[in-house]
């Protein structure tokens, strides 16, 4: 076999190699981190407000995994007024698994959310809520086993 032939192989492999390459990448799958990206960042600053409000909290809002349920604790001096918002769970690896649910906390300030229907791994969790028409927001991630 002459050195022509080596050359001309040796080329032809690594132009296969690249084809490949790139017909694999093509063909993965790609999630944004959201839809509506570019009006989630014109909207950024009400957000950075809300977390400013809810670092400005004497006590600040915690949850914690029990059995098949998410428990919510809002801070105690919001206790008999009235605690609405939004949790959403997202999931970074797959946004088909991403679940936007409303919540509104009890007399005590507490919220149990079922989290049977989330599949296991990892969420990152936004909670949107409200007092008295006062915005606050917190994130956070789970582990859902």
Do not use: C, H
């Not at 009235?82 to 970074?92: A, D, H, I, L």
Request: no cysteine; aromatic share 12%; hydrophobic share 40%.
């Amino acid at each position: 076999m002459s050195w022509g032939v080596k050359i001309t192989l040796l080329y032809s492999g690594f132009v296969l190699l690249i084809v490949t390459m790139v017909s694999m990448s093509m063909s993965q799958k790609v999630d944004l981190v959201s839809k509506d990206y570019y009006e989630q960042e014109l909207q950024f600053q009400d957000k950075i407000n809300q977390m400013d409000r809810t670092k400005a909290l004497s006590e600040q809002l915690s949850w914690q995994v029990q059995n098949d349920e998410l428990v919510l604790d809002f801070p105690d001096q919001f206790k008999g007024q009235q605690t609405s918002g939004k949790v959403f769970f997202f999931r970074p690896s797959d946004a088909v698994l991403d679940k936007n649910i409303k919540i509104q906390a009890d007399t005590l300030n507490t919220k149990g959310i079922s989290i049977k229907s989330l599949k296991k791994g990892l969420y990152k969790m936004q909670v949107n809520w409200e007092v008295e028409n006062i915005q606050y927001y917190n994130e956070g991630f789970i582990q859902i086993k």
